[in-house]
Each structure stands twice: as structure tokens, then as C-alpha cells.
């Protein structure tokens, strides 16, 4: 068995497009010449790889196993050539990284503008989301790192975990929602909670908190948007959970606040993760570097935690 570039390429694209016609047009090439690449990649194997149908084409087994490892390899090949080019001085290159929410606000922008001065013809690619939506990305290669919260309880013995910074967390609602006043998560556990999709490392620690008292959330309303996550608090009797420092820099905030709970929520721990397999290119490391960096002065001294969730405030100074 043989397998070659171009078939695994093809397969690749088909697999991504649902159709060699898509795929052909992607790759510059003529449907002939795709549908060879994929012929000859499924007689190499000895096994199909692709299903055509009426509704289009479809992965067989073989093919969904395949695919893993070929967007891989792909994705390792083009590191390679980026870390060669760059290490040769070559400063054209991509990284593509995965961050949070509170990150994108709080270090994102100033990151960026640093990066993008140093190395002007490096593209970048953003991917806002939580670890969990990451980690997969981060294991085929799609991208370079992330920088998210992290629960023991996720399996992570194959990345490179590095603490960057300790955020805080604050529940939010409207002004004049009835939750404004709680004191306690035991006042808050039958409102209508607005959470992400997918549990989050962060929200493991609250569920944990919560579970101690034998309370729930009741997640009534899931969004992954951050900007209509704030939107429908400010117009619903929602409670949210967010950092402190993507509230800060809502445009929102008059029509938000803070609930002043008596029991301190967990902090949240940051960090950069990426593959211990494979090292970071000369420019994704340098654009790590200036996260690490940023994040260094951030929240060091702890009455910021302390005055995070001041209520009162018309908006949060951190």
C-alpha cells in the first residue's frame, strides 16, 4: 500500500466539499482527475471510502477513519513547511489559534496588534469557542493552540498545558430582574439560566459548587454567542455567567449588573495548550509568547477579585 499526496488531498476536499464537483473546483483540478485520485487511493487501501447517493456523497467507515488521519498529515505537512520557511526567515506563514471568550476581550486585541507589527504577512486564524469545541481541533492539527479554562476531568495528557493567567467570574442579569438581589446560588437555582452548549471547564467547578447543595441549574436558554448572550440579558430575566473581564468591555453593561453573591464563585485558571507531539512554528510560539506576556500584569492584585462583582458599579474597572 501507497498512499500519495494528492489522493489523500482529494479525499480530503471531497470529504470537506460533499462532492467531487465542489472539490475539483477547490483544488483547481478536473472532475476526472479527482475521481482518479479517490479510485486509486480506494485500491490502495483496498476498502471504499466514499459513498455516492442521491442526497451526494457520504463517508463509509473506512473513509470517517481515514479522514482523521489525513487531515492530519495534511496539517502536519503544512506546519512543517511554515516552521522550515520561518526558521529560513521567511516570515509568510498561517497560525490559527482557538480562545475563549474572555480571552478574545481581554488580551486578544492588544496581542494582535503587537503580532501584526512584528510579522505583517503571517495570517492568523481565530477561532472563539470553549476547550471542549478546541481540543479535536487541536489533536488533527486544525489548530496551533488554544488558550481556554481547564477541568482535571478532561482528558488532556497529550497536550502542553501552560498557566497563563487567574480570572474571575461574576453571575450577571438585567437591571431590574428579580435575581438581581440574590445573595445566594440557592435563590438563583430555579431561574432561567443561560449557558453555552457544551459544558465548559469553568462551569464543571460551579456544577461541582452547586452539587455540594444539592442544588441544579436550570439551563433554560443555551447560546454560544457571546454579544447575543449579553443581548438577551439585557432584555430577559436571565442569569448568565461570564468573566468579569468580558463584561467590561460590554457596550451593554448599563443595562446589565452584577449579582453580589455572598459565597465567592471559583476563580478561573487559564491556560495555552498545544501538542507535546509536535512543536509550535517559530510564529505561532512568538504569537503564544505575546499572549503569555499580556496576561503577566493582569489580575495580580486580589482586590481586583474582590471588587469584580461590586454591583453598584455602572461599569467594571479590572
Known sequence: MALKLNQLKAFSEVARQGSIRAASRELGLSQPAVTKAIRELEESLGANVISRGSQGITLTKCGDSLLQHARLILAELNLAED???QIL?????????GVGASIACEL??????????????TKIKIKEGQLEAHLEQLRNGEIDFSINTYHSGIKTSDLVKRKILDMPFVLVTRKGSPYENARTLAQLENCDWLLPTTHSSYLLNLFEKMAEQGLNINQSITCESYLSGLNIIAKTDCVALMSAAAIKQSILLNNITCIDLKEPLPISSYYLMHRKSVSLTPVA???ADLFIKQA???FKNTSLLESSTNQNADYLII
Open 108 to 121: 486578544l486585541p492588544d496581542v494582535i496588534l503587537k503580532f501584526r507589527q512584528e510579522h505583517p504577512k
Open 89 to 97: 526567515g521567511n516570515q509568510h506563514g498561517n497560525v490559527s489559534i
Open 296 to 298: 503577566q500584569p493582569i
Open 285 to 287: 510560539e512568538k504569537l
Open 83 to 85: 516552521s522550515i520557511q
